[in-house]
C-alpha cells in the first residue's frame, strides 16, 4: 500500500511551548489529508479535514487557533499544537487520500505536555 | 445521525475463524473501510467494500450489504499477532470516515 510518513513518533515538550508534527505522503499526491487524536482505549477522532491549498476544516469543539493545520503541497501537512497544556497529551495521527481511494496513516504521534 | 456498531471485544483460539460484525447508518455512503490497529499504533488498512458480496484478501474477508447496513470482516486461520482492535468505518456521502470504537480482538493459544 502506498506510504505515509508521520513525524516525530514521540514528542515530549513543556506547557506552554509548541508543537508541529508533519506527515508526508511519499509515494502518491495526497488532495486530502485528516487529523484525528486518539486517547487511550478510545476512538479515533476527527479534528480536521484539509485540502490541498484550502484552509483546513475543523469538526466542531476543535480550537482552530489552538490546533494549526497546514496542507501547502500535495505530499505535506503539519499540525502544529499552540502552547501546549496537559491535557493536550494525545496519541496525534494523520492520514491521507488521493481523491476519494482509501485512506492511508500515518504512524502516530505520542505527544506528552509535561 | 451516524451510527456504527461493532461488538466491544471478542475471544477466540489461535487457529480457529471469528467473524466480526458491523452495522452502520451513516449519512449517504461511498464504501466501508476495515482497519487493524495494534495498540499504541496507528490503524494500517485491511479491506475496502463498495458493492453487495464478499472480498477475500488471504486470511482476511470482508462482506458487505448495502441494504441491511451491515458489514463483516472474517478471519481465518487465526494468528497470536493477529490481536489487536478491528475498526469498521463507513464513508460518507461527503468522503468523511465514520469511526466506531471497534473490536478488541484477542487470541488465546
Known amino acids: 500500500g502506498a506510504v505515509v510518513s508521520q513525524h516525530p513518533s514521540r514528542v515530549i515538550c513543556k506547557s506552554g511551548t509548541s508543537v508541529k508534527i508533519e506527515c508526508r505522503s511519499l509515494?502518491?499526491?495526497?488532495?486530502?489529508m485528516f487529523w484525528y487524536r486518539q486517547f487511550p482505549k478510545q476512538s479515533l477522532m476527527l479534528m480536521a479535514t484539509?485540502?490541498?491549498?484550502?484552509?483546513?476544516?475543523?469538526e466542531q469543539g476543535v480550537e482552530k487557533d489552538k490546533f494549526l493545520i497546514n496542507h501547502a503541497s500535495l505530499t505535506l501537512s503539519t499540525l502544529t499544537v499552540t502552547s501546549a497544556h496537559p491535557e493536550d497529551s494525545s496519541f496525534y495521527i494523520c492520514?491521507?487520500?488521493?481523491?476519494?481511494?482509501?485512506?492511508?496513516f500515518g504512524q502516530g504521534t505520542r505527544l506528552t505536555v509535561v | 445521525g451516524q451510527n456504527i456498531d461493532q461488538p466491544t471485544e471478542m475471544t477466540a483460539t489461535e487457529g480457529a475463524i471469528v467473524q466480526i460484525n458491523c452495522t452502520y447508518q451513516?449519512?449517504?455512503?461511498?464504501?466501508l473501510f476495515w482497519y487493524q490497529q495494534h495498540a499504541g499504533e496507528a490503524p494500517t488498512f485491511l479491506s475496502y467494500?463498495?458493492l453487495d458480496g464478499l472480498e477475500e484478501k488471504g486470511r482476511f474477508s470482508s462482506f458487505l450489504s448495502r441494504s441491511k447496513g451491515y458489514s463483516y470482516l472474517l478471519l481465518k486461520e487465526l494468528q497470536m499477532k493477529d490481536s489487536a482492535s478491528y475498526l469498521c468505518?463507513?464513508?460518507?456521502?461527503?468522503?468523511?470516515?465514520?469511526w466506531g470504537a471497534g473490536t478488541k480482538l484477542i487470541i488465546k493459544p
Open positions: 492520514s491521507a487520500r488521493e481523491r476519494d481511494h482509501e485512506a492511508f
Open positions: 509515494d502518491f499526491q495526497a488532495t486530502t
Open positions: 484539509s485540502n490541498e491549498g484550502s484552509k483546513a476544516t475543523y
Open positions: 451513516t449519512s449517504g455512503f461511498n464504501g
Open positions: 467494500n463498495v
Open positions: 468505518a463507513p464513508m460518507d456521502s461527503n468522503y468523511q470516515l465514520i
